[in-house]
């Protein structure tokens, strides 16, 4: 535990008082909200039925093309309009309780919800040819997880709920706003690609998720391409199908280990969804092809999971999916029960999959020096408080 808060306190870090922070979450926001949703808000400041629609669509407008952060400057609404919405809602984000920017460009901020608790968000910064900068946005969708996966450190945190619609969205719209990455038309924006793999299981909180993403990828908006989103789900197996119809983005499954026996205890969801169950589900997985390749992420465990006859295994589980690996070396916490595997054992793995024809990256650790990690800033930041 010393070592990673000895790392933490290496890297940058803005810490907000508890007063800012409280400042920072006002009245009800309309981020998040369907446009029945915001028509039904609308109606109850006494627009008119005819005016609604239109009304919407320059809220809509404002709020996810131009990312204002206030109704003083949506200049088109009305004065009246204007000031109702000042008086009863607002637009925020969730407030941003530390920030910490890592050597390598990664960007991990701990979030602080309205009802105070915290979540964390990535920003993984990368480069073009041309030099232009773009990146990932990691989005959490629960507060903690159920899952308890046992290397992973969200699964230690007691707390858990659904984040509503507007809380994830709102890490989206936030992000935008700390990175100076408004208006959505504005040519090539910074954040090109979310991945749903911050805190939290997607496909558990699936209705929210679902309304967040469908608002990001609405044209008329944020717009950013279906392509551009991949969901990471340990395997909720009913709720992929779904997925895979309704909301037609990228699918990674947190596969790490090939055996039953082995899987139960790293990921114990596998008691209820087995690997063949889990396999089945993403050979049916509607938008998958050779274009569009499920990931199947595999955390690197020494000797727990990363022999070669594990490797072989894997190829066998593939056979016939279109599958890409991403090898993610462990990273340790405090108090974790494993350790990574060695070079020599990852890069052998490696390359029996490539050897196989798979694409499997090994996916290099960002933001190691703060802490960057699934829940390991969350808790950082708990042990603080606990030993002011
Ligand atoms: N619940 C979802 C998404 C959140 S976890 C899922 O399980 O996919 C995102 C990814 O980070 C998962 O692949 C997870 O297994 C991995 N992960 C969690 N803790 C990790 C750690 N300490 N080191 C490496 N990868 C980790």
Redesign the pocket.
């Known amino acids: 535990m010393t070592d990673a808060v000895n790392m933490a306190t290496d890297a940058a870090v803005d810490v907000a008082t508890a007063d800012e922070v409280k400042l920072a979450t006002p009245a009800p926001s309309l981020v998040g909200l369907t446009r029945p949703e915001l028509s039904a808000v609308v109606a109850g400041l006494e627009v008119p039925e005819r005016q609604r629609n239109m009304r919407v669509g320059q809220l809509w407008r404002w709020m996810y093309n131009r990312g204002a952060t206030g109704f003083e400057e949506m200049s088109d609404l009305g004065k009246e309009l204007r000031h109702r919405l000042c008086e009863s809602h607002s637009v925020a984000r969730p407030a941003i309780a530390t920030t910490q920017r890592s050597t390598d460009g990664t960007i991990k901020w701990l979030l602080r919800l309205s009802d105070g608790n915290e979540i964390e968000m990535v920003y993984i910064p990368d480069q073009d040819r041309d030099g232009k900068d773009y990146g990932a946005l990691c989005m959490s969708?629960q507060v903690g997880?159920t899952?308890n996966?046992r290397?992973?450190?969200?699964g230690t945190m007691p707390m858990v709920r659904n984040l509503t619609p507007g809380e994830i969205l709102g890490q989206f719209m936030l992000a935008r706003d700390c990175l100076d990455d408004w208006p959505t038309d504005d040519g090539q924006r910074r954040i090109s690609t979310i991945v749903?793999?911050?805190?939290?299981?997607?496909l558990l909180n699936y209705d929210n998720v679902a309304q967040a993403l469908n608002i990001i990828m609405d044209n008329a908006g944020i717009a950013l391409s279906r392509r551009g989103i991949t969901l990471?789900?340990?395997?909720v197996v009913p709720a992929m199908e779904r997925c895979g119809r309704e909301l037609r983005v990228n699918l990674?499954?947190?596969l790490?280990a090939v055996r039953d026996e082995v899987r139960d205890i790293l990921?114990p969801l596998n008691r209820r969804y087995p690997i063949a169950e889990l396999m089945q589900a993403c050979r049916d997985y509607p938008s998958a092809n050779n274009a569009r390749r499920i990931t199947f992420?595999y955390?690197m465990l020494q000797e727990v999971n990363d022999s070669l006859e594990d490797a072989r295994e894997l190829v066998r589980l593939l056979a016939g999916l279109p599958a890409k690996i991403n090898l993610?070396?462990?990273?340790?916490?405090p108090g974790?029960p494993y350790e990574c595997s060695s070079n020599n054992r990852i890069h052998r793995f490696a390359k029996l999959l490539n050897d196989a024809g798979y694409s499997a990256p090994i996916r290099t650790p960002r933001g190691r020096d703060i802490m960057a990690?699934?829940?390991?800033l969350k808790s950082a930041s708990e042990k603080t408080a606990a030993r002011r």
């Open positions: 969708s997880c899952l996966c290397f992973c450190h969200t749903m793999m911050g805190m939290g299981e997607p990471s789900t340990a395997g990674a499954v947190s790490h990921v992420e955390v993610i070396p462990f990273n340790p916490w974790a990690a699934c829940g390991q």
